[in-house]
Nanobody, 126 residues
Framework: QVQLVESGGGLVQAGGSLSLSCIAS????????GGWFRRAPGKEREFVAA????????NYAEFAKGRFAISRDDAKNTVYLQMNSLKPEDTAVYYC???????????????????WGQGTQVTVSS
């Protein structure tokens, strides 16, 4: 099994940037595809971005395209989410997720992920 811990959340002004990190322990994260989801107040949790085990394939929600970037460093057992040009509507708890997967697979649906972090709060002020 793998345990995931997010960090890097915080308060930022609109237009600013944040970099989230997700550190895996218990098993090498190179065995897992990675994903980021978020839950805004009063809303369902939604997909943000995903990356394959190889790192060669990524996928983004429409709202994330051009502003967010997912990456991974398996030597550090870490998946990152770089968020730029943040908007107040990006305010949410951001969750890291992991899924045992083939090398090039990535996933955008919650049920495809078996491992979740506790989340990190991102607040964007206007």
């Amino acid at each position: 099994q793998v345990q995931l811990v997010e960090s890097g959340g915080g308060l930022v002004q609109a237009g600013g940037s944040l970099s989230l990190s997700c550190i895996a322990s218990g098993r090498a994260f190179s065995w897992y595809a990675g994903g980021w989801f978020r839950r805004a107040p009063g809303k369902e949790r939604e997909f943000v971005a995903a990356i394959s085990r190889s790192g060669a394939n990524t996928n983004y929600a429409e709202f994330a395209k051009g502003r967010f970037a997912i990456s991974r460093d398996d030597a550090k057992n870490t998946v990152y989410l770089q968020m730029n040009s943040l908007k107040p509507e990006d305010t949410a708890v951001y969750y890291c997720a992991g899924a045992a997967a083939a090398s090039r697979s990535f996933y955008s649906r919650e049920h495809e992920y078996g491992y979740w972090g506790q989340g990190t709060q991102v607040t964007v002020s206007s």
